[in-house]
């Protein structure tokens, strides 16, 4: 008892150190994609207001309602300060902590060593190794957290009876709900647990019922609609023209979860499931198919917009269960084979499973670098814009950032507000708005990691910008409602087109689209077509009205 208690001990602190070794690289980050876009809300605007006051909690998002977000940032913002090092240690803090819950929820059903094993396999898995990276995503990861804790109560209440578990799984349940929309499904599970009988359960499960109740009715008062997602229609969600991307997307996740190895990993898996469901009672099946349900479906609504294509938040859930079920099998294949001959087994079971890790591992080594790559703009970028005082500096944001420039936009203003005694950089969105008069240029440099001095290529850059230039055809129609925009652009098929604007960057839109947004300020923008053959044509500009506008606008 005593030697188990011991390796007992072990699993739990290394569960715990586990993050830290792995990731400890992203105590040097700085602030990234959305980050700033939260922290300036969170300054501008008390945090209780983003839980009970619609216009101000749809600044934030219109296609989301997760306001534990904000209370969690609100949190790092209050003991530490703009410090982005301790939200990472927040953030790895977390991960530790869902690596213990779901090894003492594991450990419910199986084996402490496959629980550990399980485990691990999830920790070192590339959804992780993108979702620790970003502390925009930090919503994901301790909604995660509260869902395994909350199912753990529930299966100690249905073992032992006792009224105080029940009462921690559904505060912990309310928590996950209102950390993402995902978790909410979790109450579906409920009736399947293969504990007590099903009149127990069901009892159990009306205090968790009440919970989704009040949540809908919150969440209809501070979004205006029940169903999530940035697609700008609820009925695009379900129809016939959507379900072939739908499914498209869905048939990608395999990949993102195992890489490269992907189909012989997924036989592996999906061999064990067809295993275990087969040699246990039919009622595993139907639980299979519920969980399958629950977690794929919330997926819908982003699947059609932005779309599933990377091993990122939006496959976190699936990543863990596949963790978690994985464990399982894998435990029932080893007691069921291990009875013919148990040293030989234990030995080809052992080999096998650090075979897994070990393509796990390297996947998400090489997932989590990439990841990393993108990462080292935002960081190059926010520090040179938080630390150079001068306002005749220019700079020119890479790719990625120009995308999401908001980013940018969103750190001038809490420098502004934080030390108002000094200046920043200008950013230039566009080579067109380079001119003869900027002295300083600067770009980052992707060799380096750094922001580079580029000034004497400046008369070069905008003699090639200006002859890129073309007074050809152009059609917009732009329209917004608040909390919806669409828009249609013509007349080229090919090519893209993006928005411009000083707050927004350059943004890259179809051709047709509608998305919900809300936007509270003013601002001029205008269209950039960029041509398969090079050349650029503009639009005039307009300027954005937060209360409602329409364009309607053609050059021919």
């Known amino acids: 008892m005593m030697f188990r208690k011991r390796y007992h001990l072990i699993f739990v602190f290394s569960l715990f150190l586990l993050p830290f070794g792995r990731y400890y690289q992203i105590l040097s980050g700085y602030w990234r994609w959305d980050?700033?876009?939260?922290?300036?809300?969170?300054?501008?605007?008390?945090?209780?207001?983003?839980?009970?006051?619609?216009?101000?909690?749809?600044?934030?998002?219109?296609?989301?309602?997760?306001?534990?977000?904000?209370?969690?940032?609100?949190?790092?913002?209050?003991?530490?300060?703009?410090?982005?090092?301790?939200?990472?240690?927040?953030?790895?803090?977390?991960?530790?902590?869902?690596?213990?819950?779901?090894?003492?929820?594991?450990?419910?059903?199986?084996?402490?060593?496959?629980?550990?094993?399980?485990?691990?396999?999830?920790?070192?898995?590339?959804?992780?190794?993108?979702?620790?990276?970003?502390?925009?995503?930090?919503?994901?990861?301790?909604?995660?957290?509260?869902?395994?804790?909350?199912?753990?109560?529930?299966?100690?209440?249905?073992?032992?009876?006792?009224?105080?578990?029940?009462?921690?799984?559904?505060?912990?349940?309310?928590?996950?709900?209102?950390?993402?929309?995902?978790?909410?499904?979790?109450?579906?599970?409920?009736?399947?647990?293969?504990?007590?009988?099903?009149?127990?359960?069901?009892?159990?499960?009306?205090?968790?019922?009440?919970?989704?109740?009040?949540?809908?009715?919150?969440?209809?008062?501070?979004?205006?609609?029940?169903?999530?997602?940035?697609?700008?229609?609820?009925?695009?969600?379900?129809?016939?023209?959507?379900?072939?991307?739908?499914?498209?997307?869905f048939s990608d996740i395999p990949v993102f979860l195992f890489g490269p190895w992907w189909k012989p990993l997924f036989v592996v898996y999906l061999g064990m499931m067809i295993f275990s469901v087969l040699a246990a009672p039919s009622q595993l099946l139907l639980i299979s198919i519920v969980v399958f349900a629950c977690i794929m479906l919330p997926l819908v609504p982003v699947a059609v917009s932005p779309g599933i294509v990377a091993p990122d938040r939006y496959v976190l859930l699936i990543w863990f269960a596949v963790s978690f079920s994985g464990a399982c099998c894998f435990a029932r294949l080893y007691q069921k084979t291990s009875l013919a001959s148990k040293k030989t087994m234990s030995i080809a079971f052992v080999v096998a499973w650090c075979v897994v890790l070990a393509f796990v591992g390297t996947y998400g080594y090489e997932s989590g670098k990439r990841t990393q790559q993108l990462a080292r703009e935002y960081d190059a970028l926010g520090r040179f814009v938080w630390m150079t005082n001068d306002k005749e500096v220019y700079f020119i944001p890479p790719p990625q950032v120009l995308a999401g420039y908001w980013f940018v936009d969103c750190l001038f203003k809490i420098k502004s507000q934080v030390q108002p005694n000094l200046s920043s950089p200008v950013g230039v969105i566009d080579g067109l708005y380079l001119h003869p008069s900027i002295k300083k240029l600067w770009t980052y440099d992707a060799k380096c990691y750094c922001m580079k001095d580029i000034s004497a290529s400046l008369k070069k850059r905008i003699s090639r910008a200006m002859a890129a230039v073309r007074k050809m055809p152009l059609s917009i129609f732009f329209k917004y409602m608040p909390g919806l925009v669409s828009w249609r652009f013509g007349p080229y098929a090919t090519g893209s087109y993006h928005l411009l604007a000083d707050e927004l960057g350059a943004r890259l839109l179809p051709c047709e689209g509608v998305l919900r947004a809300r936007i509270d300020d003013d601002f001029s923008f205008c269209i950039r077509y960029t041509s398969p053959e090079g050349w650029k044509t503009y639009s005039p500009p307009f300027t954005f009205n937060p209360h409602g506008m329409s364009i309607n606008w053609e050059r021919k």
């Open 35 to 249: 980050d700033t876009a939260i922290l300036l809300q969170l300054l501008k605007t008390p945090v209780w207001k983003y839980f009970c006051i619609p216009k101000v909690y749809q600044l934030l998002s219109c296609a989301n309602f997760t306001p534990w977000v904000m209370l969690s940032h609100q949190g790092d913002l209050t003991l530490f300060g703009l410090n982005p090092a301790a939200f990472y240690f927040h953030h790895l803090l977390s991960l530790s902590f869902i690596a213990i819950a779901g090894y003492y929820f594991l450990s419910l059903w199986v084996d402490k060593k496959f629980a550990f094993s399980g485990m691990v396999l999830f920790t070192i898995g590339a959804p992780v190794a993108t979702v620790i990276q970003q502390l925009m995503t930090r919503h994901y990861l301790e909604g995660l957290l509260f869902a395994i804790l909350s199912l753990y109560y529930v299966v100690l209440f249905l073992r032992r009876g006792k009224n105080h578990y029940l009462l921690f799984g559904v505060v912990f349940y309310a928590l996950a709900v209102m950390a993402k929309e995902i978790y909410v499904p979790l109450v579906c599970l409920l009736p399947w647990i293969p504990e007590q009988t099903i009149k127990v359960r069901l009892k159990a499960m009306l205090p968790f019922v009440l919970v989704v109740f009040f949540y809908v009715v919150w969440r209809q008062y501070m979004l205006g609609s029940l169903v999530g997602g940035y697609a700008g229609n609820a009925h695009d969600l379900i129809s016939f023209t959507t379900l072939p991307l739908v499914l498209d997307r």
